[in-house]
């Protein structure tokens, strides 16, 4: 009995250990990858570049690299160590943000950029199938949400670290300062942390085979739920980086605050609030969706629906004190998609498509939400610019809001099917 007790609290702390460093892990892929939005006008006025290709480096050359490469990578994690896979991800992305800070054109950023892509399309979707087998069905969605933490906690960082290292010792010091340490834990997770047994967490066996892209896909898009969640997170994760990447933009124009103090409050609004909102989203998901399944889906679209008209007053406001303070509980509710999104993909994938299933539905959300949500935005501030002028941004932002209600029907068509679709055997 001592044995199976001693057995059981290693198994405990290891899937501790691994959900902790993970996190640490996730925090560091949006710091490296928010940083550069902070850093657009001092690196656009030392290399003289234009407004086109800083959009092209804060999202283009990200983007495209980031969710194409997701998808094989992610194949090679479902037959491959996954805990070496990432460690090697990370080397990679740190390094070329480092890298960044040696760009003295163009071309040399470009170049960065498409390797911070390459590397970071290599963290989640080992990650998400790791915890998969740590942590079972029940308790998923609430594991999720925490490795999902590194969203805002990065996003807050990156905002507050490069803002505040370019004051005092440039742009390039701050890609520096930011990269180098990622390096050192790449080496940390190589060598501390344990590869989980497939099907560990659900006493499932692996039989060793792997399926094929193809298959994977024909597989989940056979599933009613998945065709359904997969569209209402990228819709869920269009407003949400036209937001992050235009909101303060709308700061500037509408209310003059200057890029510190946005740098420091908005940072606040997206790393307090978000944060609560993604923990608290996967804890009321495995709460009330242990009960009845449909509701791991449909409390993200009640909070969906909850946020809107709460964005909607926060761009409608007069003063900026009042517009920060209104995004907060609308970043709360509208990061409530994250975590269980992402757990019930795992729980409909057969054990050896884990990986590759978080890799496409990555694709799916990183297509329409990183690559059509700012440029829509954008889109529209520029049609409305003729009758709004210098406000059109306010509006724009506030028509695209409107897309979470979209969002939110698709999330409760999801659930009404989702208990059918979850795997319950191996």
């Known amino acids: 009995m001592s044995v199976t007790t001693s057995d059981g609290e290693k198994s ?10 993970l996190v640490v892990v996730y925090t560091f892929n949006f710091i490296d990858r928010q940083i550069l939005s902070i850093l657009l006008n001092p690196i656009k006025t030392d290399l003289g570049l234009s407004d086109t290709a800083m959009g092209m480096l804060t ?12 998808i094989p990578i992610a194949r090679f994690a ?3 160590n996954r805990r070496n896979l990432i460690a090697g991800a990370l080397a990679i992305w740190s390094g070329f943000t480092a890298i960044s800070g040696l760009a003295q054109n163009f071309w040399h950023l470009l170049a960065a950029r498409i390797g911070v892509g390459i590397g970071e399309a290599g963290c989640s979707p080992p990650a998400h199938s790791i915890i998969a087998d740590y942590y079972p069905a ?4 609430t594991a999720l949400g925490i490795y999902s933490l590194g969203i805002p906690f990065g996003i807050m ?5 490069g803002g505040w290292i370019n004051e005092f010792f440039g742009w390039r010091m701050a890609f520096f300062v930011v990269g180098l340490p990622g390096v050192l834990l790449a080496l940390v997770i190589r060598f ?10 659900e006493n499932m066996v692996d039989s060793g085979e792997q399926p094929s892209v193809s298959e994977t896909l024909n597989y989940l898009w056979r599933k009613q739920s998945f065709r359904h969640m997969s569209f209402a997170a990228a819709l869920s994760a269009f407003v949400g980086y036209g937001f992050v990447t ?4 709308f700061l500037i124009r509408s209310f003059g605050m200057g890029t510190g103090e946005i740098g420091t409050w908005f940072g606040l609004v997206l790393g307090v609030a978000g944060g609560v909102g993604i923990a608290l989203g996967g804890y009321l998901a ?20 909850l946020a809107t008209p709460l964005m909607m007053f926060a761009f409608l406001a007069t003063n900026s004190t009042t517009s920060l303070l209104a995004m907060a509980l609308p970043v709360l509710l509208g990061n409530f998609y994250q975590a269980t999104t992402f757990s019930q993909t795992q729980g409909i994938s057969a054990l050896r498509m884990r990986a590759v299933a978080a890799g496409i539905l990555l694709f799916i959300i990183n297509i329409i939400g990183l690559g059509l949500g700012p440029q829509m935005v954008g889109l529209l501030s520029d049609l409305l610019s003729n009758h709004f002028g210098n406000e059109s941004l306010r509006y724009a932002l506030l028509v695209c809001s409107l897309f979470n209600l979209w969002a939110a029907a698709h999330y409760f068509a999801a659930g009404r099917h989702l208990k059918d679709d979850l795997l319950t055997e191996g």
């Open 12 to 21: 405990i702390k290891a899937r501790n250990y691994a959900l902790a460093i």
């Open 59 to 70: 999202g283009f050359a990200f983007a495209m690299f980031y969710a194409t490469l997701g």
């Open 78 to 80: 479902d037959r491959a």
């Open 138 to 141: 029940e308790q998923r969605a």
């Open 157 to 161: 960082f990156g905002l507050f670290a």
């Open 192 to 201: 501390t942390m344990a590869e989980p047994k497939r099907g560990l967490s």
């Open 246 to 249: 235009w909101a303060p933009a």
């Open 286 to 305: 495995d709460r009330f969706g242990s009960k009845d399944p449909k509701w791991y889906l449909w409390v993200t679209a009640i909070a969906l629906i």
